[in-house]
DNA sequence: CTCTGTGAAACACTTCACAGCG
DNA sequence: CGCTGTGAAGTGTTTCACAGAG
């Protein structure tokens, strides 16, 4: 029963934010499937690799479940978080509202460019990337999530790795290959756009 | 052997990238499988899906293989995409430089404030979503980005569907519940970021 | 009687291992 | 020989269906 499936793991997170759309003291596996849009089985099962959470006959308490879901996932205290490029895109995310209130801080964003290091975007500090290692080291930031371009990537990939970071979320349009001590998550536009513009040409 | 696994298209997608960055006439499973990261055999299995494409005791011609690959994709000719929301993240999107390159084009952004609509964001027009249903009908694009606030994501969500859309990337930070018409493929952030929290727990 | 938790079956996807083609 | 294409085995994930708790 231990070792949670990466599927479910995603799941969770939904779940997290589905909860935030439901009303009453307890919620039932019916209700969270039906806001997250999978099959009730399959939320029992997942709810399951938390240990026995609900009361049968009733269902789960949306608080208690709540917490149990935020404490699998590690999101106890405040996750800080690093955004590496401060172009566009790394702006737009600096401006992302979303953040704190899921919990997470971000705590700087880095650069090299010379001109943006020192400013400030949405109230964050533009650091130099070379101060970044010493800032991950100090446990100022735990995430980090890379906004640059593609010919940056993984360079950059690979000083988070030296500076001990784990955990990195890609959006630059690069295939990363990380080390296995890493676990990072790409998104990649060009990638989706492709994937979406299959199951438009199989949809007719 | 008919209908290509959901996990094949995506790698399919990937290869497609990868092709970019390896030399020669031919290649072989095993160079494409050490550029994205999978295994060999992954990458043959899911190759197979496009009928015999390589050549036993060679390899895969590589531009054959990159047509072949574009054909399975539906990406013939330009496929166009429409931004909705000309917020932060709807204009850091429409600065992105790869959507050209990799054979779409982005139509319009499109809003309901009116001292954004009319104006332009990197060379792109920003129309009232009003007129979005009827671009849609008369094939000015086929994918739409949906880059708007949480609340008014459904709302956009349901007038794209009415307008005949079957394929929408989702950043804004809401969980949808698509019709089965359409495919939407999610990227929420926090979702994303809480993933990333649970695997950076376990990996100490 | 309702709704959870879970064996067991079904399904989906990946990897192995090798026959066979060029 | 080298490398593809693919049965067969293995692994991971979802769904069914129901026992059992409240």
């Given at each position: 029963m231990r070792a949670i499936p990466r599927a479910t793991v995603a799941r969770l997170a939904q779940y997290l934010q589905g909860l935030d759309q439901l009303e009453g003291r307890t919620i039932s596996s019916q209700s969270i499937a039906a806001v997250v849009g999978v099959g009730a089985a399959q939320v029992r099962r997942d709810l399951s690799y938390l240990g026995h959470q609900g009361v049968r006959g009733v269902g789960y308490d949306a608080e208690h479940l709540r917490r149990a879901i935020m404490r699998e996932l590690g999101l106890v205290g405040t996750v800080g978080v690093a955004i590496v490029g401060a172009g566009n895109l790394g702006q737009a995310l600096a401006g992302y509202g979303g953040f704190q209130e899921r919990?997470?801080?971000?705590?700087s964003l880095y650069d090299i460019d010379h001109s943006k290091v020192g400013g400030r975007v949405s109230g964050l500090p533009i650091r130099h990337l070379d101060t970044m290692a010493a800032d991950a080291r100090s446990g100022r930031f735990a995430i980090a999530i890379i906004a640059t371009p593609a010919e940056a990537a993984s360079e950059v990939l690979a000083r988070l790795n030296e500076a001990g970071i784990r955990s990195v979320l890609n959006f630059a349009p690069a295939v990363l290959r990380p080390p296995t001590s890493m676990e990072v998550r790409n998104v990649d536009l060009s990638t989706e756009l492709q994937i979406l513009s299959f199951y438009r040409k199989h949809s007719r």
């Open positions: 919990g997470f801080t971000v705590f």
